[in-house]
């Protein structure tokens, strides 16, 4: 099986566990945040509804929270405004609202980059995707479903030489057997 796939599944698996716990945490709460990241120069705005998730990679610099362009030995995280909400939407919308009243400064940083990396461009199109799925779930659901179905009945020849079907692939890059014959190759 294709590293990339093996990728995609995890990445895929990583989205409905978070998306599982932001339910949760919509129920337990009901509040969100939007949030400011800003160095000496510049700024960047999100929102979050785990604050405590977010403060803690914040803590630890971890940039999947924003503001990648920023100076990260040099920066302040503030909270700007606590966000009741029902629907994770109300919070991104509210987010926005921020992003439009700076959208004319330069030096906000919540627009598309002008100059960016192969790799940048690559973490902007998984971060679009996520998005993506997280905004249109009814969408995202049924072309999972379609995809499923137009797998079913289908083999795929594994790595390890098994010819697995293509429903069953995950399972079985998990079994000993498949391990096995991927060490012996
Ligand atoms: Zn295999």
Redesign the pocket.
């Known amino acids: ?1 294709p590293f990339k796939d093996i990728e995609k599944r995890r990445e895929n698996s990583r989205i409905n566990g978070k998306k599982r716990r932001d339910k949760r945490l919509a129920e337990e709460g009901k509040k969100g945040y939007v949030y400011k990241l800003s160095d000496d120069t510049n700024y960047y705005y999100g929102s979050t509804i785990n604050i405590k998730e977010r403060m803690n990679k914040y803590k630890y610099g971890k940039k999947d929270c924003g503001g990648h362009d920023l100076d990260w030995s040099n920066i302040k995280f503030e909270i700007v405004e606590e966000v009741p909400y029902t629907e994770r939407n109300e919070v991104r919308q509210k987010e926005q609202s921020y992003i439009n009243l700076h959208k004319d400064d330069e030096k906000c940083l919540n627009k598309m980059r002008a100059f960016s990396t192969k790799e940048q461009q690559k973490k902007d199109r998984v971060k679009y995707n996520i998005q993506w799925r997280l905004d249109n779930p009814e969408k995202y659901e049924a072309q999972k479903k379609k995809a499923i179905a137009s797998q079913v009945g289908v083999s795929v020849l ?5 010819k ?1 079907s293509k429903t069953h692939i995950s399972r ?2 998990k079994t000993q057997k ?1 391990i096995n ?2 060490n012996n190759k």
């Open positions: 099986m594994c790595d390890c030489g098994c697995v079985h890059i498949h014959k991927i």
